[in-house]
């Protein structure tokens, strides 16, 4: 029996909605964006937060971050909350529907996008951001999940990305991707991927929206970020996040993309799942299966939440330890 969107089980909200109104009126002259600085030379991090309204457990670290009052030893620190007017219309009656006001703001990044007339709030958002993304040596972008799955780094497209991110050593997963085929995530952006560049951008998958886990992950994941830049001493690091684990490699290969929005899957897949066996069913697209290309597939982050033609419902990978 195959599982359609209204089938997928519902998750409690965990962590409640939290209040960064306070954080509106930064030093930097755009709303939510605030700089710390060092007064030593160093390199610029960005860290980023609600790039999707209802992913917010990014906002909970990095309003914890400033609340402790914490700086970089060396360098600059940009924080920053970006789809904050989506995260304003967030209802946990419906807790899914913020994602976005008028488009997902991580398919936006491509100078077409940014720079055409449009009344796009994602895109004007996006273009008050690019002052600070341009500085960027280093950048973090904090989401989370639909469904439970474990944390993953995704490190993009380029080699840079994937050795800070084992340097780093956590989480366990890291995913080697090319993104999506509705628009550019901001780790495809500019520098990040420019091979002249050394510009560095990850983005963490924390777990699920609204869960304690997510936050945890989150928190967990900057202070390894913030420590492999060298710009946070190891006294600054709680006890708890300095040791590494044990990492895996999953290698995207092959993307599923909506031709319908009547998608189902076989199964009620959370991620990271392994189909042994070439060929396998794991979903329909209107009627028509979608096969897993060769055996010892993996699933990466599938799900239904938002599926409509084009969008990616679920990426496969081959896993192989590092």
């Not at 703001?105 to 009344?119: H, P, Y």
């Not at 600070?132 to 999940?145: G, N, P, Q, T, V």
């Not at 993309?257 to 189909?275: H, R, S």
């Not at 697209?285 to 096969?291: A, I, L, M, N, T």
């Amino acid at each position: 029996m195959f599982i359609t969107k209204t089938a997928l089980p519902s998750y409690p909200i965990e962590v409640g909605h939290p209040d960064i109104s306070h954080l509106k009126n930064g030093n930097t002259g755009v709303d939510y964006v605030h700089r710390l600085t060092s007064g030593a030379p160093g390199p610029v991090i960005l860290l980023n937060a609600l790039m999707h309204g209802n992913e917010y457990s990014g906002a909970v670290v990095l309003s914890n971050l400033l609340k402790k009052g914490l700086k970089p030893t060396c360098g600059t620190w940009i924080l920053s909350f970006s789809n904050v007017a989506a995260f304003q219309t967030f209802d946990p009656k419906d807790p899914d529907k913020s994602r976005f006001l008028d488009m997902d703001m991580n398919r936006v990044w491509t100078e077409e996008k940014l720079s055409a007339k449009s009344d796009i709030r994602e895109v004007k958002r996006a273009r008050n951001l690019i002052p600070f993304i341009k500085e960027a040596d280093f950048f973090l972008d904090l989401h989370s999940m639909h469904e439970a799955c474990e944390p993953m780094m995704v490190t993009g497209t380029t080699q840079r990305a994937y050795e800070f991110a084992k340097r780093m050593g956590y989480p366990r997963v890291l995913m080697r991707d090319e993104g999506h085929a509705d628009g550019k995530r901001l780790i495809d952006y500019g520098d990040f991927v420019n091979p002249e560049k050394a510009a560095i951008g990850l983005l963490i998958e924390a777990g699920h929206h609204w869960s304690v886990k997510s936050v945890e992950n989150s928190e967990h994941t900057l202070y390894r970020f913030l420590a492999t830049t060298g710009t946070l001493s190891n006294h600054s690091i709680p006890p708890q996040y300095q040791e590494k684990v044990s990492q895996v490699e999953v290698s995207v290969s092959n993307r599923c993309v909506a031709q319908t929005q009547d998608v189902q899957f076989a199964q009620n897949w959370l991620g990271m799942e392994v189909i042994k066996e070439k060929e396998t069913i794991i979903a329909s697209d209107s009627g028509e299966p979608v096969k897993t290309p060769f055996s010892n597939c993996v699933l990466v982050m599938p799900s239904l939440r938002h599926v409509m033609p084009g969008v990616t419902f679920v990426r496969l990978g081959t896993l192989k330890e590092i």
